[in-house]
T-cell receptor, first 116, second 112 residues
């Protein structure tokens, strides 16, 4: 069966350091891999999308890598700040007719705490 | 531009009752999907609508249903509520699967 795992339930990191979160998947052929941020009591907020034929994507202090051979994505936040503290969710969108299927499968998330 | 609006924000219902939740997508977004989020199972896909047609359905019992109107607004209905239906129900809209999804703040449903 399809499985998505985010390696840590929680990650504590010192302010200013780089936070690295991992997402692994099995039995899946994703078109896109997406990362979301979720704060308590709120809906997820879209951060980055990376396609199966892309290796890396950047946006400001965020960087995502996607290795379809290893079936793994790494999500990096450089120069982390206390305001980055949140739960980060990895989500896969299955390939369908050359695009996504509009049906996301989410990992359970990693709760990141950035300590001042 | 306005985000995805979900109403109500909170709801308390009794076992056996039914409930209807509403979602107004971002203007111009024709795809609307629904997710259930619980501490144990995380975020799970319920269904997705596009131009008033259900295109995808997740692995939930038939008590969970939805619909989409011609203005892209969507509703989901849960009949014969069970305690296990207590969850945060999230709606997301998208213009294209290439661009990620915009989620609403959710409806927190508590079944007592």
């Amino acid at each position: 069966s399809q499985k998505i795992e985010q390696n840590s339930e929680a990650l504590n990191i010192q302010e200013g350091k780089t936070a690295t979160l991992t997402c692994n998947y099995t039995n899946y052929s994703p078109a896109y891999l997406q990362w979301y941020r979720q704060d308590p009591g709120r809906g997820p907020v879209f951060l980055l999308l990376i396609r199966e034929n892309e290796k890396e994507k950047r946006k400001e202090r965020l960087k995502v890598t996607f290795d379809t051979t290893l079936k793994q994505s790494l999500f990096h936040i450089t120069a982390s700040q206390p305001a980055d503290s949140a739960t980060y969710l990895c989500a896969l969108d299955k390939a369908h007719s050359g695009a996504g299927s509009y049906q996301l499968t989410f990992g359970k998330g990693t709760k990141l705490s950035v300590i001042p | 531009k306005a985000g995805v609006t979900q109403t109500p924000r909170y709801l308390i219902k009794t076992r056996g009752q039914q409930v209807t939740l509403s979602c107004s997508p971002i203007s111009g977004h024709r795809s609307v999907s629904w997710y259930q989020q619980t501490p144990g199972q995380g975020l799970q896909f319920l269904f997705e609508y596009f131009s008033e047609t259900q295109r995808n359905k997740g692995n939930f019992p038939g008590r969970f249903s939805g619909r989409q109107f011609s203005n892209s607004r969507s509703e989901m209905n849960v009949s014969t509520l069970e305690l296990g239906d207590s969850a945060l129900y999230l709606c997301a809209s998208s213009t294209d699967s290439n661009y990620g999804y915009t989620f609403g703040s959710g409806t927190r449903l508590t079944v007592v």
